[in-house]
């Protein structure tokens, strides 16, 4: 089973400020990841696949990149509907999702 | 519009069987696969596993596999996910979710586009 690690736990923002999400996967996973928002109370939202390509509706300010094993998630300038909780999950081999970043207001 | 609608929060008992519902509408239901995601109180993720609803083929976590069983019945357009015996580590809220895929250089690449707002399990004695 192909092992998402993401960092920081926690990552604490000012609005307007950026934010770095990192994801390390334990083998190569290639392009095959996918970012999710999920705020509380709500189901996940895609924001982000194939490493880099927003989904629909997503805005500019969020951004991925990465291959293979690492990958990163930035929010360029954080609003204040950005604070929830960010996954990344590969497709490459039986899907698996990180453990999750709460981004939360500084 | 596209949506998932999932069925209602369920309270058992360890032991007793359930199965949920997730239904699909807005698009080609049988064009589509439809995973099953679990999220237990304050965790994250899990996928659980997935189903094509054109032929019900399916793929199952290694972590999931012969805990659950994914069916689908597409004359309905539904997914479905089911236990025989339930624990009380099953207690979580419960995702379907659609697939999409796009081409890349030498493969496809998965995602999940539409998500059913969860349905709630609790098994408690």
């Known amino acids: 089973e192909i092992v998402m690690t993401q960092s920081p736990a926690t990552l604490s923002v000012s609005p307007g400020e950026r934010a770095t999400l990192s994801c390390r996967a334990s083998?190569?996973?290639?392009?095959?990841l996918a970012w999710y928002q999920q705020k509380p109370g709500q189901a996940p939202r895609l924001l982000i696949y194939?490493?880099?390509t927003r989904a629909t509706g997503i805005p500019a300010r969020f951004s991925g990149s990465g291959s293979g094993t690492e990958f990163t998630l930035t929010i360029s300038s954080l609003q204040s509907e950005d604070f929830a909780v960010y996954y990344c999950?590969?497709?490459?081999?039986?899907?698996?999702f990180g453990q999750g970043t709460k981004v939360e207001i500084k | 519009e596209v949506q998932l609608v999932q069925s209602g929060a369920e309270v058992k008992k360890p032991g007793e069987s359930l199965r949920i519902s997730c239904k699909g509408s807005?698009?080609?239901?049988?064009?589509?696969?439809i995973s099953w995601v679990r999220q237990m109180p304050g965790k994250g993720l899990e996928w659980m596993g997935r189903?094509?609803?054109?032929?019900?083929?399916?793929n199952y976590s290694p972590s999931f596999q012969g805990h659950v069983t994914i069916s689908a019945d597409k004359s309905i357009s539904t997914a479905y996910l089911q236990w025989s015996s339930l624990k009380a580590s099953d207690t979580a809220m419960y995702y379907c979710?659609?697939?999409?895929?796009?081409?890349?250089?030498?493969?496809?690449?998965?995602?999940?586009?539409?998500w059913g707002k969860g349905t709630t399990v609790t098994v408690s004695s």
């Open positions: 979710a659609r697939h999409d895929a796009v081409p890349a250089a030498m493969n496809y690449y998965y995602y999940m586009d539409v």
């Open positions: 807005g698009y080609s239901f049988t064009s589509y696969w």
């Open positions: 189903i094509d609803p054109s032929d019900s083929y399916t």
């Open positions: 083998q190569s996973v290639s392009s095959n």
């Open positions: 194939g490493a880099s």
């Open positions: 999950q590969q497709s490459k081999s039986a899907w698996t």
